[in-house]
């Protein structure tokens, strides 16, 4: 079976395979302990219709319950993801154009942005914390938080955190998932339902090779070698999620790329697991003084 088969979860090798194939290794079975009040990483979701994010589906409602839009002045920008009750993980780019935090309004809880269907809820921005050493023309150190203005409900099957992976923890050769509104080709315009597509990760050697530049390992490639899925306009900010042990772990932010699903021309992702101190002390510090900093902030 090629890689591009592989479903979510799967570990890909070329080991045992055909020339030039590489196989899917299925996780382990585990049984897992009942859900807990409160747990990140899960989801249950509401089965709807399929159709043919680049290549991708359409995701069921609650089974990406941590996705967010971020909307400036009303109109989707970027996507975002839900790491605790009040915060937002991003991408600082995304507020290249618009730095203000009073325009912006997070919606958690949405599926199709063209039909209001009662589980959204709408949060606006209390405090923008943007990477101090964010770089836009490299967009080196892609990453921002986004405390909201009141702490939401998290154990509906609509709005749910996702789990933080350790600093050390492995993902590397998984078939992880991306979700958005984004473009459905390069040049094109966002769609109105949340989209989900499967990519394996890719090393950074590979990945410097295919984008003829040096990846940082403060960022990480995912992408199919003959193309047809990937991020694409729309989608930034957003997240890269990993099954592993039964939960979702946020691995990347959706962060650039030279275009949208072209072969040998993978997505490139802010690694989280590299910013892990950065994102776990700044909601520690500005979590417990809820009067502290207020506005745009780089930190």
């Known amino acids: 079976m090629y890689y591009n088969s592989c479903l979510s979860g799967h570990y890909y090798s070329t080991n045992g395979c055909a020339f030039q194939e590489m196989c899917c290794i299925p996780p382990k079975h585990t049984i897992y302990p009942p859900l807990k009040q409160g747990q990140c990483g899960v989801s249950t979701p509401v089965p709807e219709r399929q159709t043919k994010i680049v290549g991708g589906k359409i995701a069921a409602p609650g089974e990406f319950p941590w996705q967010v839009s971020m909307r400036s002045n009303g109109h989707h920008v970027c996507g975002g993801i839900m790491v605790g009750d ?15 935090p009073y325009a912006w309004t997070v919606v958690l809880g949405e599926h199709d942005r063209a039909v209001l269907e ?25 990453i921002a938080l986004i405390k909201l203005g009141n702490p939401v409900t998290v154990d509906t099957a ?55 530049r040096t ?29 592993k042990n039964g939960v979702w772990n946020i691995v990347g932010i959706v962060s650039w790329g030279y275009s949208c699903a072209q072969a040998y021309t993978p997505g490139v992702y802010t690694r989280v697991q590299s910013y892990l101190d950065w994102v776990h002390s700044v909601m520690s510090y500005y979590g417990s003084h809820p009067s502290q900093k207020r506005g745009l902030h780089y930190v």
């Open 215 to 243: 990846i940082p390992n403060t960022e990480l490639c995912a992408g199919r070698k003959r193309g047809g899925v990937d991020s694409c306009q729309g989608d930034s900010g957003g997240p890269m999620v990993c099954k």
């Open 86 to 100: 009040q915060w937002v993980m991003t991408a600082a780019h995304c507020f290249k154009t618009n730095k203000n």
């Open 118 to 142: 009662g589980y959204e809820i709408l949060e606006k921005v209390e405090t923008l914390f943007i990477h101090s050493h964010f770089d836009p023309a490299q967009f080196l150190n892609d």
């Open 158 to 212: 609509y709005v749910r955190p996702v789990c933080i992976p350790n600093k050390n923890e492995s993902f590397d050769g998984m078939i992880c998932t991306i979700t958005g509104w984004g473009a459905s080709h390069s040049g094109g315009v966002g769609t109105h339902n949340l989209y989900k597509a499967d990519v394996p990760l890719l090393s950074n050697e590979v990945c410097s090779y295919l984008m003829d």
